[in-house]
Structures are given as structure tokens and as C-alpha cells.
């Protein structure tokens, strides 16, 4: 009777030592998860980078050069339009084909203000993108926070701003020479780009003086 008691006695014990047993693999599973999370964070820009990244970084330098370039055939072919349109008699029911002049006679005036908005237009394309090209670069070189980025970011924001000013003037020159409606009419989307590209030249300058602080200190 002795015997059998203290076999049911040991019984709970051995069972209470196998319970923390069976948990025991619980610290080293998340031990294993932070380190790789740690890893993650810990390795440098072009380890942690993605291949989505690298490939969108890669083609961004050609794609920003074609663009300027047709920007820049884009310019050439309004400033044509523009000496045409004072060198050519009856212009411009003589380029379109039709009378429209007799419906609309402010057309020839609205049409060459609205070509020279779109050089106007054009250049601050330019700029834009020769901005964006020199950001990509520094993206690419491994040292996007400096203050010139956030320089560049103010300009390509005011840039879009003056686009977003253009194309209302333009709609505002067809409606009063032409038809109201014709030509779209306001948008928030542009505007909200604005806002967030001022955002984002804060947080390159903000960047940019953290990194100044902290090489000071060292």
C-alpha cells in the first residue's frame, strides 16, 4: 500500500516537471523572430533594399532623360505653333480648315495665349524634371538627406503649383473665348500633391539636420 501511494504521489510530480517542458521551445522561437527582425533593420540601405526598389531606381534615370527630351521637342513645336501663328494670314481658320473666327472672334488671341502658357508651362516642366533627376542620383549614390534635396523638393512643389495656376488660366481663357466646360475644370488632386511634396521637403530637411547633429557629435 506504501508503494502504491508513493507511485501515485510521484505521478503529479512528474507530470508537473513535463509541462514546462513541452513551452521550453517558446524563447527561442521568439528570440529567432527578433533577430531577424533586428537584422532587417540593422543592415545597410542596399541589403534592405528591395528588388522592386532597385529596378524602379534603375530605369528612373533613363525614363527622367526621355521625358526632358520630349519635354524639351514638346517646347520647340509650341514656339513654332506661336511664330506660325503671326506669320500665317488668316490664322487660324486657314490652319483648321474652318471659319471659326466669325463665331468666336477672340479665338486667335485666346489660341497664342494659351500656346505661350504651355512654353511658360514647358520650362517649369524642365525644371521640375532636372530636379527629380538630380534626387534620383543622390538616391542612388546612397545619401538622399542632405538640405539640397530638400531644396529641390520646395522647387518641384512650387513647380507643380504654377502648372496646376497654368491650367486653370487656360481654362479660364477657353471659356471666355470659346465655351465654358470645354476644357475640364477644377481639381483637388494636384493641389493635395502640392501639399504632400512640401511635406516630404520637411522631412529631408528635417533628416538632413539630424544627420548634421549627430556628425557633430561624433
Known amino acids: 500500500m506504501r508503494r502504491t501511494s508513493s507511485v501515485t504521489r510521484a505521478g503529479p510530480v512528474r507530470a508537473k516537471r513535463l509541462k514546462p517542458g513541452r513551452l521550453a521551445w517558446l524563447p527561442a522561437y521568439f528570440y529567432r523572430f527578433a533577430m531577424r527582425v533586428l537584422s532587417f533593420y540593422d543592415n545597410p540601405p542596399e541589403t534592405s533594399m528591395n528588388r522592386t526598389s532597385a529596378k524602379a531606381l534603375a530605369v528612373a534615370r533613363p525614363v527622367i532623360q526621355g521625358l526632358t527630351a520630349l519635354n524639351v521637342f514638346y517646347a520647340a513645336c509650341l514656339a513654332a505653333?506661336?511664330?506660325?501663328?503671326?506669320?500665317?494670314?488668316?490664322?487660324?481658320?486657314?490652319?483648321?480648315?474652318?471659319?471659326?473666327?466669325?463665331?468666336?472672334?477672340?479665338?486667335?488671341?485666346?489660341?497664342?495665349?494659351?500656346?505661350?502658357?504651355?512654353?511658360?508651362?514647358?520650362?517649369?516642366?524642365?525644371?521640375?524634371?532636372?530636379?527629380?533627376?538630380?534626387?534620383?542620383?543622390?538616391?542612388?549614390?546612397?545619401?538622399?538627406?542632405?538640405?539640397?534635396?530638400?531644396?529641390?523638393?520646395?522647387?518641384?512643389?512650387?513647380?507643380?503649383?504654377?502648372?496646376?495656376?497654368?491650367?486653370?488660366?487656360?481654362?479660364?481663357?477657353?471659356?471666355?473665348?470659346?465655351?465654358?466646360?470645354?476644357?475640364?475644370?477644377?481639381s483637388f488632386t494636384p493641389w493635395l500633391a502640392v501639399l504632400l511634396l512640401f511635406v516630404l521637403s520637411g522631412v529631408f530637411a528635417h533628416g538632413a539636420r539630424m544627420r548634421a547633429d549627430l556628425e557633430g557629435t561624433v
Open 81 to 186: 505653333l506661336l511664330v506660325v501663328s503671326f506669320l500665317m494670314p488668316g490664322w487660324p481658320e486657314r490652319a483648321l480648315g474652318f471659319d471659326i473666327v466669325s463665331k468666336y472672334p477672340l479665338v486667335p488671341l485666346g489660341l497664342r495665349a494659351i500656346v505661350l502658357i504651355g512654353l511658360i508651362g514647358a520650362a517649369i516642366v524642365h525644371i521640375i524634371l532636372r530636379r527629380l533627376l538630380a534626387i534620383v542620383d543622390t538616391v542612388r549614390g546612397g545619401d538622399p538627406f542632405i538640405a539640397e534635396n530638400a531644396r529641390r523638393l520646395d522647387a518641384i512643389a512650387w513647380g507643380v503649383l504654377a502648372l496646376e495656376v497654368s491650367r486653370l488660366a487656360v481654362i479660364t481663357i477657353a471659356a471666355a473665348v470659346w465655351e465654358p466646360g470645354r476644357l475640364g475644370g477644377f
